[in-house]
């Protein structure tokens, strides 16, 4: 038989009342008392009727986080820093993986609309655009991260935004490789529409432009339709940079840096490098973005643009709960955190390596 709140009240010698605040970690109860609680718990073997909670409560204290891979670290972090203050909220984490599968993301975002999830925190692309607005618009708590949505900056809504500063990033990534010489620096990244990509280009577009210089738009490469895995990878994204980096060397020798936006591309893109015997840094400059575990341990260590992505992840998880707790509609300031130029040693000089290349 289901042992109830009530009994755990009586043989505690509490009041309901106080029993509930500590089921539900809300308000306070005196240490010992609490302590008290926990352990008749505890030996009665009490477990709380969540689905009684959720239909008093309309909630179900439980955020969905949709995310696209698991493959980048930048993720691990972002996950760890909603976590953390998800369950000092006393909120569980629903993670959803959705390995840049559409379909995937949508029907997560029907566990939002089916009352499933009392908010949604999301780091994904550009392919559900409209649902997503279509879920705000209807009154849904959601944060997303590093992305925007120009037809929300003058309406009210439960939507929050948390973002890098990536037209920072990229153009200070960009000022630096211009003021050692690099001049035809190419660019891979993912998908074409999505926004922490279009920051970034904007803020390398700046740095050009601030020496009179333009962007070369043949050394841009997106992700359009990634190959399966080759040569070796096992991962499609690190394939597809693994072929785009030998065909750009082979047209355009006189590229002397690289800018890798999306982490598991690295792979492919270093593979391609030694096959054609472009050492890092001895004939190409190379620069990724958000720092990882392995980075200041490869050879050379790598030169990032690192996001404070564990932050992010707090900030982004305290502004939802914000939002499911007070359904106040309100227009959204994006928070903004800048990221910070981590210098090792994969970026060198130009005149340092290619006299010839070291002025046009």
Request: overall charge neutral; aromatic content about 6%.
């Amino acid at each position: 038989m289901r042992v109830t709140a009530k009994q755990v009240a009586e043989k505690a010698g509490v009041s309901m009342a106080t029993v509930s605040r500590v089921i539900n970690r809300n308000g306070y109860v005196d240490a010992s008392v609490r302590a008290r609680i926990e352990k008749v718990m505890a030996e009665v073997g009490y477990v709380p009727n969540r689905t009684a909670k959720n239909l008093a409560t309309g909630r179900t204290r439980t955020v969905g986080l949709i995310i696209t891979s698991l493959q980048s670290p930048y993720f691990i972090r972002l996950t760890e820093g909603i976590q953390d203050v998800l369950e000092n909220k006393g909120y569980h984490l629903l993670l959803c993986n959705t390995k840049f599968n559409t379909k995937i993301e949508l029907e997560n975002l029907q566990l939002l609309r089916e009352g499933m999830l009392d908010g949604v925190i999301t780091s994904t692309g550009n392919l559900t655009h409209e649902v997503m607005l279509g879920l705000v618009r209807q009154n849904y708590p959601m944060v997303f991260i590093n992305r925007v949505f120009d037809e929300l900056k003058d309406e009210a809504t439960r939507a929050g935004f948390v973002m890098g500063d990536l037209h920072y990033a990229g153009l200070n990534v960009t000022r630096y490789l211009l003021e050692q010489g690099h001049r035809n620096i190419a660019v891979l990244y993912g998908a074409a529409n999505s926004t922490s990509n279009q920051f970034r280009l904007e803020g390398m577009s700046q740095a050009y432009a601030a020496l009179g210089l333009r962007v070369r738009p043949e050394l841009l490469r997106c992700v359009a339709n990634p190959p399966d895995p080759s040569s070796g990878l096992n991962d499609k994204e690190g394939a597809w940079a693994y072929s785009e980096t030998l065909e750009l060397l082979q047209t355009h020798p006189e590229v002397t840096a690289i800018l890798v936006f999306y982490h598991p591309m690295l792979t492919g893109i270093m593979q391609a490098l030694r096959e054609v015997g472009r050492n890092v840094p001895d004939s190409v400059s190379l620069i990724g973005f958000d720092d990882f575990p392995l980075a200041p341990y490869l050879d050379p260590p790598l030169t990032v643009m690192d996001q404070p992505v564990y932050e992010i992840g707090r900030a982004a998880a305290r502004l939802l709960v914000h939002k499911i707790e007070d359904a106040t509609l309100r227009v959204a300031e994006p928070i903004v955190m800048k990221p910070e130029f981590i210098i090792r040693r994969s970026c060198a000089p130009v005149a340092n390596r290619y006299p010839a290349l070291a002025a046009e």
